[in-house]
């Protein structure tokens, strides 16, 4: 086809506008935003500042998890383990504190180690042995899931001392101080994500590997980082539950993989790879928190609150698909 | 024209800020091969999906048979007795040849009250089908996945025919076939021309056009630019119709001085296809290397470019001795590689002409690991101006672009890297004539003015002839010649390719 000959032109003001709106992450925006005007209109209880912060306190686990999450379905992966590397660091670190009698800050350090060097092990199989990550980290889920309950012999690990609740229960400036991470954490790795190097290298290897491979990126390097960085991540969340709910318990975080994974493909991360963003990803992950805490303050019962949430999730992708498909046409 | 068949007046297609087809008009006759051709984005494709019914026109009249139609969908147009055979193949690996032939239309008996396929019924169809076409070394049972590209392509015309064609489209049918599996392939095309079928012949090779077809049918950027009966027309017509230029020299050589030795190759060994391969190539100069399909050309290539890392021997770049075990290093040293699967190995389609051009060169556009979109930009429009890539700009996803100018792009990303030494696998494999010159100058001149080293694979024996300053052959692995450009004849090469038992008839299907 013949490429027509246009002059480049800078686009105004209100073209920048219709542009944002019209893209993945501006029509998830305003279905997030309908959906809290109409949740507020049912219950007075929702639209207040301290329901909404601690709201904040719990999509912080998730919201972590979601950002090397992101990162991996770009380049066409999955991690099915995180659930399972969150549950395997708190036990770790209560074990550690409790049974072997490591100071707590230690103890706090050797979890995240021991989560972060159980992406590592992912992304090293998958790399080095050419494992498909599904079926890697659907191997780790049930392996790191197993050594948690080996290690905790259904022990629970409690009476932490006071400022070890600073990170899951404390408040900064009058915020939650998991949002703070959280916040701090989705600007630094947007801004990778999108304007670095290793953002660039991963969008290329979703679109097409080998491209990537004969134009002299180092895909191996960059794969078992974002392993490691997702291990890593599952780690720090690891720590803030147990923070959170004061106690350490070897099934913590089962499930949470698909949280983070409906999160992240809902905030328009394709799962074949190659497109994504992390604006996207936690406007994902909010629309989902504020639907589940909303529907259960307007008095739905939770079943019922699950297929409301699974009819929004169709509903936003259908409506997405719909519009990229206009735009695309035009 | 009463005598046509099929007949498009006045065809108009718009796609969003193109006119792909503007007035264009095509007819076939009962019996007749008529060839199609153009450059990359003269319009055949969409021509050819109009009459198959997968677009539709926006203006002008289809008549087939006489009688007006209107095919909105490729549903409509295969009843109509059309059918397309594409370049990627519509057949199902497995499921076997005759399942596959009669997809959708299997023969039915009754058992046991039920409907259920008559399988000994479909494969004596199937059988004789083949027979018909003259094809009796196909297993009609065995998995179309298991055979190779000739016999799938087989498969596929005795598919049409099962749905009793009239009408054969054929997209550069030969586009991945050998030189055997090309015979039987024009056999084939003339037994069914004998028949009464039509057939439109899409292709790049304009000697088939002229071995193969009746008329032939010249587009260009999407306009109908004539029809012409084969026999009383000419090579440098047809190119002149297809460029809208007359190209004096198809391969421009200019004359350079060889330098030092840029890239020295010490057995290296990678088996089976790279078997203690050694050679040099100079600062200025254009290595040829010739080879049949699976002789390790290729290979060769991606040994040096670390994809496949040598398993003994040494590479000399400079003079200095280099380890290359992956692309990064090869490309740290200095290497360029335009692969022969452009869209596979050479782009990354769904990333713009700005992405795919700094993706070798990342660390120089950016700063800390930032990424300069400015600096990716002034590449980018560098590159566009250079190599005069025809596009709307560095933001343009590539994968819109026409064959000769995604290779451009492949190009202008290795120049990026500004590499001592360029390996170009197939430069110029499936793009048109005028963007084939304009690569054929461009090495020219990296060669003769910026002294850049050039190891350029090739298929295509005039190409290899034209552009080398030196020929290399390989067989089974193995380098097995070496020409002078001054001594080198086809049929030298041919007979090095080809080896000691190559008669003079396969020698002549080479070149």
């Given amino acids: 086809m013949q490429a027509e000959k246009s002059k480049p032109r800078n686009p105004t003001v209100s073209e920048k506008l219709r542009h944002l709106l019209i893209s993945q992450e501006g029509v998830l925006f305003i279905i997030m935003l309908a959906s809290v005007l109409f949740l507020a209109t049912r219950t007075d209880k929702f639209l207040t500042v301290d329901n909404l912060l601690q709201q904040g306190r719990f999509m912080a686990e998730v919201g972590l998890i979601a950002i090397p999450m992101t990162y991996i379905i770009i380049t066409g992966g999955i991690d099915l383990s995180v659930g399972s590397i969150l549950g395997l660091t708190a036990i770790v670190l209560g074990w550690t504190w409790q049974e072997l009698g490591f100071p707590l800050e230690l103890a706090i350090i050797t979890g995240i180690i021991s989560g972060t060097v159980a992406g590592f092990v992912n992304g090293l199989f998958i790399v080095r042995v050419g494992v498909p990550p599904l079926i890697m980290t659907l191997a780790t889920l049930a392996l790191y899931r197993g050594l948690a309950e080996g290690i905790s012999q259904a022990r629970s690990a409690r009476g932490y001392p006071e400022w070890f609740f600073q990170l899951g229960q404390g408040e900064l400036l009058g915020i939650p101080t998991q949002l703070w991470l959280l916040i701090i954490a989705v600007v630094i790795f947007a801004i990778v994500l999108a304007r670095t190097r290793l953002g660039r290298a991963l969008y290329a290897i979703g679109n097409n590997e080998t491209g990537a491979r004969f134009s002299g990126l180092t895909v191996n390097r960059h794969l078992l980082f974002i392993y490691t960085f997702s291990g890593f991540m599952s780690a720090v969340a690891g720590y803030i539950f147990v923070s959170r709910v004061s106690t350490t318990r070897s099934d913590m975080g089962t499930g949470i993989e698909l949280d983070v994974i409906a999160a992240v493909v809902l905030g328009g991360t394709s799962i074949f790879g190659g497109t994504g963003s992390i604006p996207g990803t936690i406007i994902g992950v909010v629309l989902i928190q504020l639907l589940k805490n909303g529907l259960v303050l307007t008095g739905v019962t939770s079943d019922a609150t699950i297929v409301v949430i699974g009819s929004v999730l169709i509903f936003a992708i259908l409506v997405n698909n719909f519009i990229q498909r206009k735009r695309d046409e035009s | ?511």
């Fill in chain 2, 1 to 511: 024209m009463t005598d046509a068949l099929l007949e498009l007046r006045g065809i108009d297609k718009h796609f969003p800020g193109v006119l792909a087809l503007k007035d264009a008009q095509f007819d076939v006759r009962r019996g007749e091969v008529h060839a199609l051709i153009g450059e990359n984005g003269a319009g055949k494709s969409t021509l050819i999906k109009i009459i198959s019914g997968v677009y539709q026109p926006d203006k002008g009249e289809i008549w087939l048979d006489g009688e007006p139609v209107a095919f909105s969908n490729p549903r409509e147009s295969h009843s109509a007795g059309i059918a397309t055979i594409y370049q990627e193949l519509g057949l199902y690996p497995e499921l076997s040849v005759a399942e596959n032939i009669f997809m959708g239309h299997a023969p039915k008996t009754k058992r046991f009250g039920f409907e259920t396929i008559d399988w000994e019924a479909m494969e004596r169809s199937a059988t004789a089908l083949l027979a018909d076409l003259n094809i009796d070394n196909l297993d009609v049972g065995a998995k179309v996945g298991a055979l190779n590209v000739g016999n799938r392509q087989r498969v596929e015309i005795a598919k049409a025919l099962s749905l009793d064609a009239q009408i054969l489209i054929m997209d550069e049918p030969t586009a991945a076939l050998t030189e055997s599996d090309v015979e039987q392939l024009f056999s084939i095309v003339r037994l069914l021309r004998e028949r009464g079928v039509s057939i439109i012949y899409i292709s790049h090779r304009l000697n088939e056009v002229f071995e193969l077809a009746d008329r032939v049918t010249v587009l260009r950027d999407g306009e109908y630019i004539g029809t012409q009966a084969v026999p009383e027309t000419s090579e440098a017509e047809l190119i002149s119709m297809m460029v809208g230029r007359t190209i004096e020299n198809l391969f421009p050589k200019q004359a350079a001085t060889i330098g030092d030795v840029v890239l020295e190759a010490r057995n290296l060994h990678h088996p089976p296809l790279t078997r203690d391969v050694s050679f040099s190539v100079r600062a200025g100069e254009i290595v040829g290397l010739a080879g049949l399909v699976g002789s390790g050309r290729s290979e060769t290539a991606q040994v040096i470019f670390g994809v496949l890392p040598a398993e003994s021997g040494e590479i000399w770049l400079n003079g200095a001795y280099v380890k290359i075990t992956r692309p990064s290093e090869a490309v740290n040293h200095g290497i360029g590689y335009v692969p022969e699967d452009r869209g596979h190995q050479g782009l990354i389609r769904e990333m713009t002409i700005r992405e795919n051009t700094s993706m070798a060169v990342l660390e120089s556009v950016s700063k800390r690991s930032f990424i300069s979109r400015a600096k990716e930009r002034a590449l980018a429009n560098g590159a566009i101006r250079q190599l005069s890539i025809r596009a709307t700009g560095p933001d343009q996803i590539t994968n819109k672009l026409s064959g000769g100018n995604q290779q451009k792009v492949v190009v202008s990303k290795w120049l990026a890297s500004k590499p001592s030494l360029l390996i170009m696998d197939e430069p110029t494999r499936g793009i048109d004539v005028g963007a084939k010159a304009e690569i054929h100058r461009l090495m020219s001149r990296l060669a003769a003015e910026d002294g850049l080293a050039i190891l350029m694979i090739s298929s295509e024996l005039p190409e290899i002839l034209a552009m080398s300053d030196r020929i290399l052959v390989m067989r089974e692995g193995r380098l097995v010649g070496e020409f002078k450009r001054e001594e080198a004849t086809q049929e030298m090469i041919a007979h090095a390719m080809m080896g000691a038992s190559a008669t003079a008839n396969s020698v002549g299907a080479v070149v």
